[in-house]
T-cell receptor, first 115, second 114 residues
């Protein structure tokens, strides 16, 4: 069965610092992988996605993630965070085949950026 | 222009009452989903649909019904609301196929059952 683990429930960083949010998945093949962000009182918005090809994918607002198959990981990175990046970040996985199309989400990581 | 809109955005219901959450999408997507968000559980799939007039059970369907009367509309129905169904509910849509699968979410419906 597919699953997603985000080991850090909360991360606090200073503005301008670099960021890594961790995500590990369980899936026997190569899944489709996603990072979503949820700002307060809003729905989830896509940050970036990986389907195939280059394992480093670029997203919006300077975010990127690297798919490492050997480690079953898809960590999210940003070189320099801004206070507006404070939000909840979700990693998600889905099987590339089959017709359910459903995403399996991790529990999320709350990012707090301190001024 | 929001492509997935949910109503109501917030609702207070009484235990045992009936609640209907509505979702409308203008993405022309075949797939629609209802997720539930709880602290400590992330998002969990309740029901989904890939064609009008048909719905499928997700991972936590007990206590919920779904209705997809048209491609654009997808409702979540709580016939007998319970305290444990207090949560934020998200509707989403997507198109399926190779190199697809991104979900487009609505802004959520906060349900409080008293």
């Amino acid at each position: 069965a597919q699953s997603v683990t985000q080991p850090d429930a909360r991360v606090t960083v200073s503005e301008g610092a670099s960021l890594q949010l961790r995500c590990k998945y369980s899936y026997s093949g190569t899944p489709y992988l996603f990072w979503y962000v949820q700002y307060p009182r809003q729905g989830l918005q896509l940050l970036l996605k990986y389907y195939s090809g280059d394992p480093v994918v670029q997203g919006v607002n300077g975010f990127e993630a690297e798919f490492i198959k050997s480690n079953s990981s898809f960590h999210l990175r940003k070189a320099s965070v801004h206070w507006s990046d404070s939000a909840v970040y979700f990693c998600a996985v889905r099987a590339p085949t089959g017709n359910t199309g459903k995403l399996i989400f991790g529990l999320g990581t709350t990012l707090q950026v301190q001024p | 222009e929001a492509a997935v809109t949910q109503s109501p955005r917030s609702k207070v219901a009484v235990t045992g009452g009936k609640v209907t959450l509505s979702c409308h999408q203008t993405n022309n997507h075949d797939y629609m989903y209802w997720y539930r968000q709880d602290t400590g559980h992330g998002l969990r799939l309740i029901h989904y649909s890939y064609v009008a007039d048909s719905t499928e059970k997700g991972d936590i369907p007990d206590g919920y019904k779904a209705s997809r009367p048209s491609q654009e509309n997808f409702s979540l129905i709580l016939e007998l609301a319970s305290l444990s169904q207090t949560a934020v509910y998200f509707c989403a849509s997507s198109v399926q196929g190779a190199n697809t699968g991104q979900l487009y979410f609505g802004e959520g419906s906060k349900l409080t059952v008293l």
